[in-house]
């Protein structure tokens, strides 16, 4: 990782960069929506598709010269179809948060009706919060999970469906740590007459793998970020039925976005590969077993696990049984003085703020890439337990540094 040329021109950068992988490489990346691509991935994003513009889509494009990029977006498509099983693709969101605008665009009228989960019970800003445009766009109303179990209530979801006749429901979380009954969801939209949109962005790869149930062929929709679990780059994906490409298509472009950014397409073609591969089974495995590891051992420790536990590559830690002075705010910081990255997050029935949350969050699909086993993820919850106990000790911040350095060192980044 020299970044040469950014040096030749712009120290400030390639300094700001290098500080970046050393950051990556030195430190434990907890944070449940990231991961570390390839560097197969890494050199297609970087690569000159950065220059060209392909508006349109394979075979039928606004521009000329787009013989390459034409060849590269349809072995991404490809790829997804054969991964996920769609009848029907579309791989140019930018982002997520525009995959799911498209489909809003794509099926809704403003003023028109989202159900979807409350942002602090894990869902996500893209599905009707009111600082994101869909929620002053659209009606949105949002249901719960069970404060009880901090299992969804899809029962309650029900009953607010029936109550509320949404246009669209939408099922897919960011905080989630159980498996999604995305045939459950799919059963109340059709009561309701309702589309479905099941947003997959964190447990994308896990989909893939066959890990996680699959909400293709279930869902009308189904939205994925491809940085995420899936390890294809920064990017979004669509996919839907035939009865919806046209409008999907559409939505994304013109609808709501200009030219593709070919070179994170190009990631995505590569990332899609390498999802196809054995290895990459093993690896979405591996990352919810670590999980599990991570959470029993937190739990043993005396920690108190949203859902008392996980079937998927995340755990959410409500801190306010075991350590009440301590908010996911401070846990945070002393972690990430210790090596250790995750973010505060809120938790169901949260009482404190957005800003401030009760709990926090950590996923093991960055650990898992570079080589993290159940053992060293046991050995992780020991050390943020230590933080966690004494998040204003400085001689504990130093010492699980140290150990951090070692697991790291053991498990190389970016060699
Ligand atoms: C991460 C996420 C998204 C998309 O986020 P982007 O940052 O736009 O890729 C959408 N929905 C959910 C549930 C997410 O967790």
Redesign the pocket.
């Known amino acids: 990782m020299e970044h040469e040329h950014v040096r030749n021109v712009d120290p400030a950068v390639a300094d700001a960069l290098e500080g970046e992988v050393d950051r990556q490489r030195n430190g434990l990346q907890m944070i449940a929506?990231e991961n570390h691509v390839s560097e197969a991935v890494l050199d297609a994003q970087g690569s000159v598709l950065t220059n060209k513009y392909a508006e349109g889509y394979p075979g039928s494009r606004y521009y000329g010269g787009c013989e390459y990029a034409d060849e590269i977006e349809q072995l991404a498509i490809d790829r997804a179809t054969e991964l996920f099983g769609a009848e029907h693709v579309n791989v140019q969101p930018h982002?997520?948060?525009?995959a799911?605008q498209a489909v809003y665009f794509a099926m809704l009228e403003p003023g028109d009706k989202i159900l979807s989960l409350d942002l602090t019970h894990g869902g996500?800003l893209?599905h009707g919060h009111p600082a994101n445009f869909v929620g002053q766009l659209y009606d949105v109303e949002q249901y719960e999970v069970d404060p009880g179990t901090g299992y969804l209530d899809y029962e309650g979801l029900a009953d607010l469906a029936e109550e509320f006749e949404p246009d669209v429901i939408v099922s897919?979380?960011?905080a989630y740590p159980r498996e999604i009954d995305f045939e459950r969801v799919q059963e109340t939209a059709d009561e309701v007459g309702a589309y479905h949109l099941a947003?997959i962005?964190?447990i994308t790869g896990l989909v893939a793998a066959g890990v996680h149930e699959s909400p293709v062929g279930v869902a009308d929709f189904v939205t994925g970020?491809t940085h995420?679990t899936i390890r294809a780059g920064r990017g979004?994906i669509v996919m839907t039925t035939e009865e919806f490409a046209d409008d999907i298509d559409s939505a994304v472009f013109p609808g709501g976005q200009g030219g593709p950014l070919m070179h994170n397409v190009a990631g995505k073609a590569v990332g899609f590969k390498e999802a196809l591969q054995p290895e990459f089974e093993d690896y979405a495995e591996q990352t919810v077993t670590n999980a599990k590891a991570l959470g029993e051992r937190l739990s043993e420790n005396g920690f108190s696990l949203v859902s008392g536990g996980t079937d998927n590559h995340l755990v959410l830690v409500d801190l306010r049984e075991s350590h009440p002075e301590t908010s996911g705010g401070d846990a945070e910081e002393a972690l990430e003085a210790a090596g250790i990255v995750l973010n505060g997050n809120t938790v169901p029935g949260e009482t404190r703020s957005a800003f401030d949350p009760s709990g926090i969050r950590a996923g093991t699909p960055a650990l898992t890439t570079r080589g993290f086993d159940e053992d060293d993820c046991r050995r992780v919850a020991d050390l943020i337990t230590r933080v966690v106990d004494a998040p204003e000790d400085e001689s504990v911040i130093e010492e699980v540094r140290e150990e951090v350095r070692a697991l790291c060192d053991e498990n190389p980044l970016y060699e």
Not at 95 to 98: A, F, I, L, V, Y
């Open positions: 929506s982002s997520g948060t525009q799911n996500h893209s897919g979380y960011s947003d962005a964190h970020s995420k979004g």
